[in-house]
């Protein structure tokens, strides 16, 4: 299937707005440590709602609809994450998820991810990219956060663990992407379909075993309505668009 007129452009805007909200993040924690750190349960719990939406109402029933064996490929979408999450924390010793063990393995790998999802949403639909994208793109502040306060336990300057965390967690979207849409746009719907399967799994995976996990930890109050409000935008989305 040859990619809708403007596809690329769509991924290509959200992929690089994701990499500036991430970058946005590094410089508020950099600069405004207190409120960053008060805001990112927030910021996690509503990202979570929408990425567990997402897939769940609209991109998993999707990907079935043109490859049966989509739920096949959701599964391993979703084990790809655990498991790499296991690897990078025996090989670091940490305990914590993988977006906050490593800068240099775990958001790496998980951020070139981000950008291969931007590109199967979008060469399926608008919608689903559009979906999808959103969810990813507001935890890209969660994640640049995340990414500057975990090198900071390497002993680095905060200087440093700014830039680094730029180079790591914010630049590898659109470069994953990028390299991702030639090798996406002229598939068929049925290989579409089944890549659209894996990366609902990814984004089961990242919503419910990683964001929410994360976000639970700080204990903080109201984050199930950050939760609920996520879930609701997604919804609203899915039905105004339907109708």
Same mark, same amino acid.
């Given at each position: 299937?040859?990619?809708?007129?403007?596809?690329?452009?769509?991924?290509?805007?959200?992929?690089?707005?994701?990499? +500036?909200?991430? =970058?946005?993040?590094?410089? *508020?924690?950099?600069?405004?440590?207190?409120? #960053? %750190?008060?805001?990112?349960? @927030? !910021?996690?719990?509503?990202?979570?709602?929408?990425?567990?939406?997402?897939?769940?109402?609209?991109?998993?029933?999707?990907?079935?609809?043109?490859?049966?064996?989509?739920?096949?490929?959701?599964?391993?979408?979703?084990?790809?994450?655990?498991?790499?999450?296991?690897?990078?924390?025996?090989?670091?010793?940490?305990?914590?998820?993988?977006?906050?063990?490593?800068?240099?393995?775990?958001?790496?790998?998980?951020?070139?991810?981000?950008?291969?999802?931007?590109?199967?949403?979008?060469?399926?639909? +608008?919608?689903? =990219?559009?979906?999808?994208? *959103?969810?990813?793109?507001?935890?890209?502040? #969660? %994640?640049?956060?995340?990414? @500057? !306060?975990?090198?900071?336990?390497?002993?680095?300057?905060?200087?440093?663990?700014?830039?680094?965390?730029?180079?790591?967690?914010?630049?590898?979207?659109?470069?994953?992407?990028?390299?991702?849409?030639?090798?996406?746009?002229?598939?068929?719907?049925?290989?579409?379909?089944?890549?659209?399967?894996?990366?609902?799994?990814?984004?089961?995976?990242?919503?419910?075993?990683?964001?929410?996990?994360?976000?639970?930890?700080?204990?903080?109050?109201?984050?199930?309505?950050?939760?609920?409000?996520?879930?609701?935008?997604?919804?609203?989305?899915?039905?105004?668009?339907?109708?």
């Amino acid at each position: 299937m040859v990619a809708l007129p403007g596809t690329f452009y769509w991924i290509a805007a959200f992929a690089i707005v994701a990499a +500036l909200v991430n =970058g946005a993040g590094i410089v *508020t924690i950099f600069r405004h440590r207190g409120w #960053a %750190e008060r805001s990112l349960p @927030y !910021l996690m719990c509503f990202a979570a709602g929408i990425l567990i939406t997402t897939p769940l109402i609209h991109a998993l029933p999707d990907a079935v609809a043109n490859n049966a064996d989509a739920g096949f490929t959701a599964l391993v979408g979703f084990l790809f994450m655990y498991l790499s999450n296991q690897v990078i924390k025996r090989r670091t010793g940490e305990e914590t998820l993988a977006f906050g063990v490593t800068a240099a393995e775990g958001i790496g790998i998980h951020s070139l991810v981000d950008g291969v999802v931007y590109t199967v949403t979008f060469n399926i639909s +608008l919608l689903t =990219g559009v979906l999808a994208g *959103t969810g990813l793109v507001v935890h890209e502040f #969660a %994640e640049g956060v995340i990414t @500057y !306060l975990v090198l900071l336990r390497g002993d680095v300057t905060e200087r440093t663990a700014a830039v680094y965390a730029f180079f790591i967690a914010a630049l590898t979207t659109p470069i994953g992407a990028f390299v991702a849409y030639p090798l996406v746009r002229d598939l068929g719907r049925s290989d579409l379909g089944l890549m659209l399967g894996f990366v609902s799994g990814v984004l089961i995976y990242v919503s419910a075993a990683h964001l929410l996990p994360e976000a639970q930890s700080y204990e903080t109050e109201h984050s199930m309505l950050a939760l609920l409000a996520g879930v609701g935008l997604a919804l609203f989305i899915v039905f105004a668009r339907s109708m």
